[in-house]
């Protein structure tokens, strides 16, 4: 059985870089990184990825979105890059 692969991101505001959020985490799960990725191009209308299951993008208000589509071994790699856990 493949691992489910969940929407992660977190959120920070160029004009106000000191204000950050996260992490968020989407109520859907995908059953593979394609169509998660598939479903962040959708919402972006663009390829944010930064790596094959990383991404980043901002919007016009300055809010920067960093994140992926992690299985549970991802987000634990993430964590510990970040200094989380």
């Keep these: 059985m493949a691992d489910i692969v969940s929407l992660i991101w977190f959120t920070m505001n160029v004009y106000n870089p000191t204000v950050t959020a996260g992490p968020h985490f989407s109520e859907r799960v995908f059953d593979n990184y394609e169509e998660c990725k598939a479903y962040i191009m959708?919402?972006?209308k663009m390829d944010p990825f930064i790596s094959p299951i990383d991404f980043n993008f901002g919007t016009p208000d300055?809010?920067?979105?960093?994140g992926g589509c992690w299985t549970a071994s991802d987000w634990l790699r993430v964590q510990d890059q970040l200094g989380l856990r």
Aim: glycine residues 12%.
């Design 62 to 66: 300055g809010t920067v979105f960093r």
């Design 42 to 44: 959708t919402i972006t």
